[in-house]
C-alpha cells in the first residue's frame, strides 16, 4: 500500500504535524509514562548519571557499589536493594532535582519527581538517613503523590507504602521520626 | 531561503517564493515560464480546494474555472507581475484575484442565460460564485496550502536525512510522528524504539526523537520562512495555518472527507 499523504488526512490531524514542541519532557504521552519509568529503572545509574556524576561517585567514594561483577548497577538495583549506597541515592536525588527543573532533561517532570522522593525514602529505610531538608509533612505528601500515580511499578509502590508505614507511622499518619 | 532546499524535484518550492514570484513574473523567456509553472503547479491545489470545498463549484466547473483563470489572468494579463511583496501574502493577492474572476466570469454566466448561445465553458451558479465581504479569507484554501506546507517539509527532512545516512532518524520520525497523524497508527512505543533501532537508554530514545522533531521543526520553518517575512511573520503564518488546521469543519479541505 502506498504511504499515507498530507492529501488524505482530515485537517485535524494535520495539525499534529504542526507543532514541533522541543522540550525533551514531553516527548513521552502521559499514557506512556508507565514504560518510560520502567525504562529508567532498567537502566544502569552511570548511564544516566552522565561524566559529571560518574566523576561525583569516585569522589565520594562510591563508585565500587555502581558495579557488579556481571552487569552494572540500575536505578531498580539501587531503589529496590536492601543495602544500596547513600553516596550514589544522593547523586540520584540530585540527579532527579534538577532534571525536574531542567527544560533540556529527557525525564518527563512526573518520573523525575517520582524518581526524586524514591531516592530520599530508599535513604531514609535502607541507609537510615533522610538526604532530604524537606519536612516530614512534605515528604509524606511526596510519597502519597508518588503512590498516586498509575504508572508506578510494584517494587516502588512497595517501597512507598514502606515509607508511609515505617517513616510516618501509616497512610494519612502523623509525622514520624527520622531514622 | 539557502540552497538548502533540496529542489530537484518540479513539484518542490522554488528557491526564495518571492524571488521565483519575480521571476514568474518577470515576462518572457524559459526560466519565467519555469517559475510560473512552479508557482502554479504549487498553488493549484489550494486553488481548488477553495472553488470546489468553499464556493461549493463542482470539480468540473472548478477545473473550467481555474483553466479560464490560468489562461485569461495568470498568463494573459501577467497576474504574477502585480503581485507586490509590501502588500501581504501572495496567496492573499492569488486568491483576491481568483474571487474577482470567479464574479465577472459568474456575471457574464448570467448575461449569456439571459441570451443564450454557444456556451463555451460551464456555467457558474451565481449564488455560489457571488464575493462575500471582505472575500479574501478562504479555510479551504488555507488548509490547502497548510498541507503544501507540511508535505514539503516532511519531503525536506526525509531527503535531509537521507543526505546526512541517518535513515533511522527519518523511520524513527516516521513511525513515532508521521504516521500516527497520516494513518492513525499508534506511534512506536519506547519498547519497540529500543528494539528496532537500538537504543540503550530512555535518554538515547529521548534525544533521538527530539533530534527528529527539531530537524522537522527547522525544515517547516525554512518551508514557510520562503514566503513569509522576518521571523515574526513565519511565526504568525505557522500559528495561523496550525490554527486554520485545528479549527477546520469537517470536510472543509480534507479529501478523505469529501
Known sequence: ?179 | MSGESGSNSFCSFPTTQWTAIGHAGGGEGDAARRALGQLLTRYLPAMRAHLVLERRISRDAAADVLQGFVAGHVLEKNLVAQADRARGKFRTFLLTALNHYLWHRARHDGALSRSPGPGRHVPLDHHAAALPDGQPGSDAFDVAWAREVVREALSRMRAECERSKRPGLWALFEGRVVAPALEGTEPLAYEQMAGRFGFHSLSQATNALVTAKRMYGRCLRAVVAEYAGGDGEVEEELRHLKQILAGARAGSGSRRAT
Open chain 1, 1 to 179: 500500500m502506498p504511504p499515507t499523504t498530507p492529501d488524505d488526512v482530515p485537517p485535524e490531524s494535520l495539525a499534529e504535524l504542526m507543532e514541533f514542541d522541543p522540550d525533551p519532557r514531553t516527548v513521552w504521552r502521559p499514557q506512556e509514562l508507565s514504560a518510560v519509568f520502567r525504562a529508567l529503572l532498567e537502566t544502569p545509574v552511570r548511564l544516566e548519571l552522565g561524566k559529571v556524576g560518574a566523576a561525583a561517585v569516585e569522589q565520594d567514594g562510591g563508585a565500587d557499589a555502581l558495579e557488579q561483577p556481571l552487569r552494572p548497577v540500575t536505578f531498580a538495583d539501587l531503589l529496590h536493594g536492601p543495602a544500596p549506597s547513600l553516596a550514589v541515592l544522593r547523586l540520584v536525588k540530585e540527579f532527579a532535582k534538577s532534571a525536574r527543573h531542567d527544560a533540556e532533561s529527557h525525564l518527563p517532570t512526573e518520573v523525575a519527581s517520582a524518581l526524586y522522593c524514591l531516592s530520599i525514602v530508599a535513604g531514609g529505610l535502607r541507609c537510615g538517613r533522610l538526604i532530604t531538608s524537606m519536612d516530614d509533612r512534605d515528604l509524606r505528601r511526596n510519597v502519597e503523590w508518588a503512590l498516586a500515580r498509575p504508572w508506578i511499578d510494584d517494587a516502588s509502590r512497595a517501597l512507598l507504602r514502606e515509607a508511609q508505614v515505617r517513616l510516618f507511622g501509616g497512610p494519612g499518619g502523623l509525622p514520624g521520626h527520622r531514622s
